[in-house]
């Protein structure tokens, strides 16, 4: 029994998920209230490098075969073992396609209490969870013994996850893997042709102020350096300077990003009923009074001509 | 191929949610309820199954106002068996719940366990992994299509960015579905009418409510809302430095 | 010409949705339904082949061709039909019911449908905020539920005057005249649902049914001495449909009770305006229901207002796109036609100079203020419903 904290990283093709970085973040506020120390959990084959830049007080490294890939069977097995030898304070989970088929299933075999949908810890060690698209906060006293944590992004920054300082990486015994119910065949890449705008995370999306479909080029760089995905209100859409399969609102698509970033859209009730299941909305209008405004979290006030390419230009440098 | 397909009803979202006196649980005499939109999917997926391969799906939910109509519409898509579990479910959690459910899942005896992902109100754990293990059987979530291969299923499941990762699963497994590989269909209000005169509910009592595993909540609220969007204001130099920052706070840069 | 068996059980449905379905028979093949239809010459199967195919035991054929889908349920090709054959209420809404209850159905329409039978409205937005529009009226607007007392008109306010942000200001309008007139009205509230009738000429019979009765228990829960609607729709579902349901009370729209009180109205219209108005006939008064001089007498009322009319009028007048689920199916027709009905009505507005385009139906405030975005020379074009210009000029 230890009040240590273990974060369970999540990697995917040779990259650490941010969501990662977040839990170490979080972790680092809960070791404090707890007493222990920060220690992350790193499942893989020959993926040690991986955890070179994780602001953790240890790694404890995971390495076999079968724990390559992500399958909820091998990775379950793991876990099981290593938690039950080490009793740690907490175990942090990303709410995510990997964390998620792991917590729940632990805490019925491990019978250790689970806390899911967590997004921030209270100074005093409390888990906080955010459910209900975001309506309702529950806060909860970090169960015992040790507690199993699923978490959202929000409450932590990824780059206070990280470190330059190398920390120390401690093999640890892996179970027998045998017997194993689920095996990976093969990845699927995204399908070529254009993407799907409901599914993608981060959306910048223009309107009308665009004014032509040169200025297109404007948003696309923009969201290349963001990693995003050009979309359009129906004025820009009907003048075909961005394809049907790019429309947000009530005749095209309804999206739910994490970030939608609005550059000359004013917010016609046609457009916004798409894009309330939007985590931020961030809007850059010339028209104070847009009410794209009332439903954004940031609102910019200015030309988008005057903004767009010196924001491009500083997310590339940030990158 | 027996499937069974667990729906459960959750808050509707589109109303005002209350916290109730105590102020650590929601309001659910308040409450509209609605089925959870992806157990929505996992319904549908299941119809789907059944039309490409044969079997029978049999849907099972709690009793909640509104059981009744997730199950006759079910049974207007062509779901052969409807059970709700009857006992008071308000305010447990899924702990209590997936035990409720692993009584009759493991009566039923199915090849197949589908489920939706996740729920909006979810406070320790995903229904669909805590019943798998419950019942000794291996789960995947995050299932956006599903084919049946002997005793096994091959499955897609989701990651970020729109890659997949196809699996093979061994029968019995349970899936907690992301998304059906066809949207839910509609049912005509007429076809769901005539489900209640042709199909019965058949009713079963949940032996134990066992919340044990879930956490205890000690305080519930609602973060204050924003009417009106925070402005960002400077010069275009200064308000991209500011949004850059959002963009650091947000994970994305 | 044989009928054959399986085309025998669409007659009935046809002949189940109209009382002159078999009308059908009637037809002459002359093709007026097809030329007149705002779409027609986008369909794959206009009313008049459609018709030709199910004579020649096509049926199927008509069923993968979602030629269907482009009708608007305007009237046009009913109005103009030389047979009186049903074309909209009966051939259109049974081919769209097969579809419905095969499950094939546009996913915008399913989404509308889908929100009608679990929140009573086609936005998906909270019944129990139906009255919110009315929040800040004085004096305040009665809720029956609430304030359990007989009251002389009943408002059906409907879905879009209900939820609609840009529809609200026209409904708030509605309320002060009628306070300003010192009417004795009142609200349903959380107690209406949506009138049904667009979602009937969708395809969906049975969510009509459940819809209508609904309305029916909540109308006859309170007393009142009639019903006025703010909806077309509402006004067309409840004056000639809920009859056919046992559910029978007078009704009219909000502008033949307006203009039955002009006398009273027009001392109150003191701020003279010289615009000029043209205003176009919602399909669902004026040529389903023959509803033309009252909104244009309340027009004329306004001093200084001229009135012009468009190329289209009165029974001619074309559709804003938005009647028999086409208000749910803009996407889907956008793929199919890129056109857009609305935008060719705001055109014909421009061709008459005219500063205003009127209307008095929901559905099109919204629809013609977006055409008029995309037209080129329609910024300067406002379009505002009658309760708005009424209540502009009386300067309150």
């Not at chain 1, 920054?157 to 017997?179: F, I, N, Y």
């Not at chain 3, 005057?161 to 509605?174: F, K, N």
Request: proline share 6%.
């Amino acid at each position: 029994m230890t009040q240590d904290i273990y974060i369970v990283i999540e990697h995917l093709r040779g990259q650490v998920a941010d969501i990662s970085y977040i839990m170490l973040a979080a972790a680092r506020e809960l070791a404090q209230s707890a007493g222990g120390n920060v220690i992350a959990v790193l499942l893989g084959h020959n993926a040690k490098e991986l955890a070179a830049n994780f602001a953790a007080d240890q790694v404890i490294y995971l390495d076999h075969p079968a724990l390559a890939d992500f399958t909820p069977d091998a990775y379950q097995k793991a876990l099981a073992d290593l938690i039950q030898k080490n009793q740690p304070r907490a175990v942090l989970f990303g709410s995510t396609s990997i964390g998620s088929d792991l917590a729940s299933v632990l805490s019925i075999r491990l019978d250790l209490p689970l806390a899911s949908s967590c997004r921030s810890f209270t100074k005093d060690g409390k888990f906080v969870s955010q459910i209900c698209g975001g309506k309702i906060m529950a806060e909860g006293a970090l169960p015992s013994p040790t507690a199993l944590v699923t978490m959202i992004p929000g409450g932590y920054k990824s780059e206070e996850g990280k470190s330059t300082q190398p920390p120390t990486l401690t093999p640890a015994e892996v179970p027998a893997l045998d017997a194993l119910r689920v095996a990976l065949k093969n990845y699927v890449e995204p399908q070529a042709g254009d993407v799907d705008i409901a599914k993608e995370p981060i959306l910048i999306s223009v309107g009308r102020g665009i004014q032509n479909k040169d200025n297109i080029a404007l948003a696309e760089d923009l969201a290349t350096a963001l990693g995003g995905v050009v979309t359009g209100s129906r004025p820009v859409i009907d003048q075909a300077w961005l394809p049907s399969s790019r429309l947000v609102g009530k005749s095209g698509k309804h999206v739910k990003p994490k970030i939608y970033f609005t550059l000359g859209i004013s917010g016609a009730p046609e457009h916004v009923e798409a894009i309330t299941d939007s985590d931020t909305i961030i809007a850059i209008n010339t028209d104070p009074k847009a009410p794209i405004f009332d439903i954004a979290k940031y609102g910019v006030e200015m030309d988008l001509f005057d903004l767009v390419e010196v924001l491009t230009e500083k997310v590339k440098q940030a990158k | 191929m027996n499937i069974v397909v667990l729906a459960k009803l959750v808050p509707d979202l589109v109303e005002e949610l209350t916290i109730d006196a105590n102020g650590n649980a929601l309001d659910s005499s308040f409450a509209r309820l609605i089925i959870n939109e992806f157990d929505d999917h996992a319904i549908e997926q299941g119809i789907l199954l059944k039309e490409r391969g044969g079997g029978s799906v049999t849907i099972i939910a709690p009793d909640a106002e509104g059981a009744d109509d997730v199950l006759f519409t079910a049974a207007a898509k062509g779901a052969d068996r409807l059970i709700k579990i009857k006992g008071d479910f308000s305010n447990v959690n899924n702990h209590a719940l997936a035990r409720a459910f692993a009584k009759v899942v493991s009566g039923i005896k199915p090849d197949l366990v589908l489920t939706g992902v996740q729920a909006h109100n979810d406070l320790d754990g995903a229904l669909g992994p805590l019943l798998a293990e419950l019942l000794e059987m291996p789960y995947i979530g995050y299932v956006s299509a599903v084919s049946i291969n002997g005793d096994k299923v091959l499955i897609k499941k989701e990651y970020p960015g729109g890659l997949l990762a196809e699996m093979d699963v061994q029968l019995p497994a349970i899936l907690g579905i992301q998304a059906a590989e066809e949207p839910p269909r509609y049912v005509a209000v007429s076809k769901v009418r005539q489900a209640m005169k042709t199909s019965s509910i058949e009713e079963q009592d949940a032996s134990n409510l066992d919340p044990c595993g879930g956490s205890a909540i000690g305080r519930m609220f609602q973060p204050e809302a924003s009417s009106h969007a925070t402005m960002i204001t400077g010069s275009p130099d200064e308000v991209a430095e500011k949004l850059v920052g959002v963009f650091k706070e947000l994970g994305i840069v | 010409m044989i009928v054959a068996e399986a085309d025998r059980s669409f007659y009935d449905r046809v002949l189940q949705a109209t009382p002159e379905g078999e009308r059908l028979r009637l037809c002459l093949e002359c093709g007026n339904c097809s030329g007149i239809c705002p779409f027609g010459y986008l369909m794959a199967y206009p009313p008049s082949r459609m018709i030709a195919m199910l004579r020649a035991d096509r049926f199927d054929k008509l069923l993968e061709a979602d030629s269907i889908w482009m009708c608007v349920s305007c009237y046009a090709c009913t109005a103009a039909c030389p047979s009186k054959i049903p074309l909209t209420p009966g051939l259109m809404a049974s081919i769209k019911e097969e579809l419905v209850l095969a499950g094939n159905v546009p996913n915008e329409l399913q989404n509308a449908l889908t929100n009608s039978q679990r929140y009573g409205n086609p936005l998906g937005e909270s019944p129990r905020k139906r009255a919110d529009w009315a929040n800040r009226i004085a004096p305040e607007v009665k809720i029956m539920g609430k304030f359990k007392q007989p009251v002389d008109v009943l408002w059906f306010v409907g879905d879009y005057a209900s939820y609609h942000p840009r529809v609200q200001s026209t409904t708030r309008a509605l309320a002060r005249i009628l306070n300003a007139l010192g009417v004795d009205f009142g609200i349903l509230g959380p107690d209406e649902s949506s009138d049904g009738d667009s979602q009937r000429l969708a395809g969906e019979h049975g969510l009509f049914e459940m819809l209508a009765d609904k309305n029916g228990k909540a109308f006859g829960k309170y007393k009142f001495n009639q019903i006025i609607t703010t909806d077309p729709h509402a006004y067309n579902a409840i004056k000639n449909e809920y009859p056919k349901l046992g559910i029978s009370y007078p009704i009219q729209h909000y502008t033949e009770f307006l203009a039955e009180r002009l006398d009273q109205i027009k001392p109150m219209l003191k701020r003279e305006s010289k615009a000029k108005v043209t205003y176009h006939d919602p399909c669902y008064l004026g040529r389903a229901n023959g509803v033309f001089d009252p909104p244009r007498a309340l027009i004329k009322a306004i001093p200084g207002v001229t009135l012009a009319e468009m190329l289209h009028n009165h029974t001619n007048s074309l559709c804003c796109g938005g009647g028999g689920g086409g208000m749910w199916l803009d996407g889907f027709q956008w793929e199919k036609a890129h056109v857009r009905l609305s935008e060719w009505r705001v055109r014909e507005a421009l061709d008459t100079k005219a500063d205003i385009l009127a209307v008095a139906c929901p559905y099109e405030t919204p629809r013609f203020e977006d055409a008029a975005k995309t037209v080129e020379g329609a910024a300067q074009l406002k379009v505002k419903d009658i309760a708005e210009l009424l209540l502009e000029a009386m300067g309150i």
